[in-house]
């Protein structure tokens, strides 16, 4: 399995790459557009190869998507957090009312007990 991943990471980047060397053309990215860069007075802008602006682009979307996932399931997460503190102090308790039932019995019965 480790290297079927490692066969798509490297398929990845040799895409990457290619579509990188195919796209090194310069684009000037624009703040505004030219008629409201007019009314205000600026119109910052940059100069970029294509592929950064492409890649740049994809990777923002997904940090963007992970962080909005990240939020959306935080309540599930948190309530799982809860349920899982639950279950390990109830099984605590059990434990320890299985301790007091067995007090002064026979090891034997109460290891089976225990089992079932």
Same mark, same amino acid.
């Given at each position: 399995?480790?290297?079927?991943?490692?066969?798509?990471?490297?398929?990845?980047? *040799? /895409? @990457?790459v290619s579509v990188? &060397?195919?796209?090194?053309?310069?684009?000037? +990215?624009?703040?505004?557009? =030219?008629?409201?860069?007019?009314?205000v007075g600026f119109?910052?802008?940059?100069?970029?190869?294509?592929?950064? *602006? /492409? @890649?740049?682009?994809?990777? &923002?979307?997904?940090?963007?998507?992970?962080? +909005?996932?990240?939020?959306? =399931?935080?309540?599930?997460?948190?309530?799982?957090?809860?349920?899982?503190?639950?279950?390990?102090?109830?099984?605590?308790?059990?434990?320890?009312?299985?301790?007091?039932?067995?007090?002064?019995?026979?090891?034997?019965?109460?290891?089976?007990?225990?089992?079932?």
């Amino acid at each position: 399995m480790r290297y079927i991943r490692y066969a798509v990471w490297g398929v990845l980047a *040799v /895409v @990457l790459v290619s579509v990188s &060397l195919a796209n090194r053309g310069l684009v000037s +990215l624009k703040l505004m557009p =030219e008629a409201l860069a007019e009314l205000v007075g600026f119109n910052p802008s940059i100069t970029l190869p294509l592929f950064v *602006v /492409v @890649l740049g682009g994809l990777a &923002l979307g997904v940090a963007l998507g992970y962080v +909005l996932e990240y939020l959306r =399931e935080y309540k599930h997460r948190r309530e799982a957090r809860v349920k899982h503190g639950e279950v390990k102090k109830l099984s605590r308790e059990v434990k320890r009312l299985k301790r007091q039932k067995h007090e002064g019995k026979d090891e034997v019965l109460a290891l089976l007990d225990d089992a079932s």
